[in-house]
């Protein structure tokens, strides 16, 4: 099994929509918590942390269920520039080693 | 800062043909690590080192092998390359080892190996 899984889309969206993506993680002991982008044929970056309490930056909201083991981002006002492959991103154990989701691939559409 | 450095950009082995893939950073960060993107994959962990001298294994070691001589570089080695390490790698460094820590990505090498 996976330690993290993604739906990996696409979802294609006009501009200015609300777009949601889950990420689930197997591993009950994951400390830490990841939204990164990438950009087609470009390195990943990071998009923001996730924290327990959920946690919001500017149109990006990220929320953590530790219950039910998943991951969310929010995207509201969709923008052109949001169009990218997201990658949610787990770290287990020790602290020295992350695990990728497949990532899920947003269209934003004129 | 130039950040992550990479090379090569693009390179096309035969199988068993052994190449070394370089990553540098300028940032004096700690904590490097290698990645392999595959299509449906995701990115995997190869190796990480959390510092100068320090190296382990991560979720796809077989096939490769690292060394961290100094903070600043830190090589991939491939002995004897085969097929299924067609691949786009990713070095990655952090200032420190933890589970916090944001992890910065140099711009990747992508292998074919025929």
């Known amino acids: 099994r996976k330690e993290v899984e993604q739906d990996p889309g696409p979802f294609n969206v006009p501009e200015g929509a609300t777009v949601a993506f889950n990420c689930t993680y197997s591993n009950s002991a994951s400390q830490s918590f990841f939204w990164y982008r990438q950009d087609c044929r470009k390195e990943p970056k990071l998009l923001m942390s996730?924290?327990?309490s959920g946690n919001e930056d500017g149109r990006f909201t990220a929320q953590l269920n530790r219950a039910s083991q998943y991951i969310s981002l929010l995207i509201r006002d969709s923008k052109l520039s949001d169009s990218a492959t997201y990658l949610c991103v787990v770290n287990i154990g020790t602290g020295n080693q992350f695990y990728f989701g497949t990532g899920t691939s947003l269209t934003v559409i004129p | 800062n130039a950040g992550v450095t990479q090379t090569p950009k693009f390179q096309v082995l035969k199988t068993g043909q052994s190449m070394t893939l370089q990553c540098a950073q300028d940032?004096?960060?700690?904590?490097m690590s290698w990645y392999r993107q595959d299509p449906g994959m995701g990115l995997r962990l190869i190796h990480y080192s959390v510092g100068a001298g320090i190296t382990d294994q991560g979720e796809v070691p077989n096939g490769y092998n690292v060394s961290r001589s100094t903070t600043e570089d830190f090589p991939l080695r491939l002995l004897s390359a085969a097929p299924s390490q067609t691949s786009v790698y990713f070095c990655?460094?952090?200032?420190?080892?933890?589970?916090?820590?944001?992890?910065?990505f140099g711009p990747g090498t992508r292998l074919l190996v025929l």
């Open positions: 996730v924290y327990s």
């Open positions: 990655a460094s952090s200032i420190e080892a933890g589970a916090l820590q944001t992890q910065y």
């Open positions: 940032m004096n960060h700690e904590y």
